[in-house]
């Protein structure tokens, strides 16, 4: 099984462009948000870590929100609890699929949580920082001290670019995107 990884900045696009290899995605974003809707077991450690701000179940993204930005500390403990539980789900996603000839992983801190293996094939995601905070911008729930405050937790954007094995220049222009992912995955099963 060939693992790609997609590695950039807060909304470069690497979502969509997961989907477009057309082999199974592991989306951590998505399953931290299935997380708050349906695990009482993260709600019930949520809510002992950071009483002030956790009331209900399911958990709401706004009361996590308000955690993070009342102090970083919440960040952490929320980062402690949620980040366990991804990487079980992500390893559960990985023995799912180990027939597959690829899987794309889709997670914002790939490289900071030492999730990559030697022979994982890094895919940086490049766009103008213009472009990503027009779209930021345009997303429901869209908060800027929260981006700044996640950026701290990410390596230097040249750093991934360095790491990557291929880099992908996202204009969101999809017949452009779409070429450089047919390209790209062409040239990694030409290798396997």
Do not use: W
């Not at 993260?42 to 929100?65: E, G, V, Y």
């Not at 539980?85 to 699929?97: G, Q, T």
């Not at 994982?120 to 920082?129: C, E, N, Q, V």
């Amino acid at each position: 099984m060939i693992r790609l990884a997609l590695v950039g900045d807060i909304g470069c696009g690497k979502t969509h462009i997961a989907k477009l290899f057309g082999c199974p995605v592991f989306n951590a974003d998505l399953e931290v948000s299935k997380l708050y809707r349906s695990s009482r077991k993260c709600f019930n450690r949520l809510k002992k870590a950071i009483p002030d701000h956790i009331f209900s179940f399911p958990i709401k993204k706004s009361q996590i929100t308000q955690a993070i930005l009342f102090n970083n500390v919440n960040l952490k403990k929320v980062v402690r609890i949620v980040h366990p539980e991804v990487r079980r789900k992500m390893n559960n996603f990985i023995k799912k699929n180990k027939k597959k000839k690829i899987i794309v992983l889709d997670i914002p801190l790939f490289i900071e949580n030492k999730l990559n293996k030697k022979n994982d094939i890094l895919i940086f995601i490049d766009a103008k920082k213009k472009e990503i905070e027009k779209r930021l911008k345009r997303r429901k729930n869209f908060n800027l001290k929260i981006v700044k405050k996640l950026k701290k937790f990410q390596l230097p954007l040249e750093i991934k670019k360095r790491k990557s094995d291929f880099i992908i220049k996202n204009n969101f222009r999809n017949n452009f995107v779409k070429k450089s992912v047919r390209v790209i995955k062409y040239k990694i099963l030409l290798n396997a």
